[in-house]
């Protein structure tokens, strides 16, 4: 069966330092997602991706993140000077949004990464 | 307030039970989706409701969706211990173009050999 999968699955950063997390979406997906989970809070979008630009941000993806989709197969999420307040963990997840010219837009998550701002 | 909000927030039941979990939303949907959590992993999809659908099933899952209510349901039949995990909603609104998914808050399952 094939699944969404995240690199690194724990990182540990300093404030101020630059993380990149990675992402392998399902290979027929069209539509790439991350999201972000504070412990014992609730899942939380950040960007969604399609066609090579963001398709949608929050508030939160302000101009410290950005996304990119380096070549066919890699989604990367870039927070450029890391906050105490990012540590998370964070999703990517894809989907193909329309099935059978159908739209059903089950998203499918990978395992996360852990990411701890000292 | 929220746009997904589960209730209740933890649930506790014997092995063997059904248990039952809520979720109420706000504003006009295109699909409903439920997935579960182990807890500090990741998220697994479990099934996904459109608006124009009243129930689905999926093995021992049930989901229910009440579009004029704004809520929907989770029912687990004959439940296991490796149910034991958190249970969210997520909403997909109906504007087009506009994928993103709004998550509830939760609800932490709890099943007792």
């Known amino acids: 069966e094939p699944e969404v999968t995240q690199t690194p699955s724990h990182q540990v950063t300093q404030m101020g330092q630059e993380v990149i997390l990675r992402c392998v979406p399902i290979?027929?997906?069209?539509?790439f997602y991350w999201y972000r989970q504070i412990l014992g809070q609730k899942v939380e979008f950040l960007v969604s991706?399609?066609?090579?630009?963001?398709?949608?941000k929050s508030e939160i993806f302000d101009d410290q993140f950005s996304v990119e989709r380096p070549d066919g197969s890699n989604f990367t999420l870039k927070i450029r000077s890391t906050k105490l307040e990012d540590s998370a963990m964070y999703f990517c997840?894809?989907?193909?949004?329309?099935?059978?010219?159908?739209?059903?837009?089950?998203?499918?998550f990978g395992p996360g990464t852990r990411l701890t701002v000292l | 307030s929220q746009q997904g909000e589960e209730d209740p927030q933890a649930l506790s039941i014997q092995e063997g039970e059904n248990a039952t979990m809520n979720c109420s939303y706000k504003?006009?949907?295109?699909?409903l989706q439920w997935y579960r959590q182990n807890s500090g992993r990741g998220l697994v999809h479990l099934i996904l409701?459109?608006?124009?659908?009243r129930e689905k099933h999926s093995g021992r899952l049930r989901v229910t969706l009440d579009t004029s209510k704004k809520s929907s349901s989770l029912l687990i039949t004959a439940s296991r211990a490796a149910d034991t995990a958190s249970y969210f909603c997520?909403?997909?609104?109906?504007?087009?173009?506009?994928?993103?998914?709004?998550f509830g808050t939760g609800t932490r399952l709890t099943i007792i050999p």
């Open positions: 997840a894809s989907s193909e949004v329309y099935r059978d010219r159908v739209r059903d837009n089950e998203q499918f």
């Open positions: 290979s027929n997906h069209l539509y």
């Open positions: 991706f399609y066609n090579n630009e963001i398709s949608e």
């Open positions: 504003t006009s949907i295109n699909n």
């Open positions: 409701i459109r608006s124009n659908e």
């Open positions: 997520a909403t997909e609104p109906s504007n087009f173009g506009n994928e993103k998914l709004t």
